[in-house]
């Protein structure tokens, strides 16, 4: 059947039976499949992934808590799982302090040993410590005893590089493979003076120090906040009450 050069034609996707005949004929394409089905059964398929999956964030803590919820074997495959990953932390944890480090030593401890790890240095200020890098220091500690595996060094700017402004410190020098991977020069980029150790994990992450889901990086300041919260608020009377107590039985207040 030879079809006209020139047809009226409805709106190519329509499904009319206009169309059906222009397609049957080759005058316009096929209808595109509808990408529905596709995307439902992507829908499934990521359902089924996150419940697949469900367990992968939760602690050793958490899963004895889901012991009433979840398939008996299946909740002892991730504990296994995160026994494991604890087994490897400690394996691997074999610095676990603050390194003083010297300049005649520096590349040996430093350059040297990021073949193996990560290495960071911290220089602090060479005039008797100023505020961000006590700050910093307190946080160095902190970090080497929590990330065993990462090497933590430390030594004053002006040991290390001549004449390195005091104004410039504390400095971090983070090292992987002989070479600086970031440099931090204060502690303007981070939180100033309030830096805590979150902060410093938030640029390892970046970096790839450190590695999301690592059991590790659950904050501390977290499970006080929740501890905190279980407890108990006391009111203005309640307080009063204590207060008048304690000077009735003639012990000790702290509002003497």
Known sequence: MDMPVNVPVDHPDADTEWNDILRKHGVIPEKPPSPTPMIEEALTQARELAHEHRLESKDLDELDELEDEEDEDFLNSYRQKRMNELTEIRHASVYGQVYPVQKPEYSKEVT???????????????????????????????????????????????????????????????????????????????????????????????????QHGDPRLKRKDEEEEVDEADKPKRSIRDASKTKGASVEDGSDSDWD
């Open 112 to 210: 040297d040993e990021s073949q193996k790890t990560w290495v960071l240095v911290l220089l602090t200020s060479s005039s008797g410590m100023n505020t961000e890098s006590r700050v910093l220091t307190e946080c160095w500690r902190e970090l080497a005893t929590k990330w065993g595996d990462l090497k933590f060094c430390q030594m004053a700017a002006n040991l290390c590089i001549e004449g390195y402004p005091d104004k410039n410190t504390p400095t971090v020098l983070i090292y992987r493979e002989g070479n600086i991977r970031k440099q931090i020069v204060t502690l303007a980029e981070l939180a100033g003076p309030k830096t805590g150790v979150r902060d410093l994990e938030k640029v390892l992450l970046g970096l790839g120090a450190l």
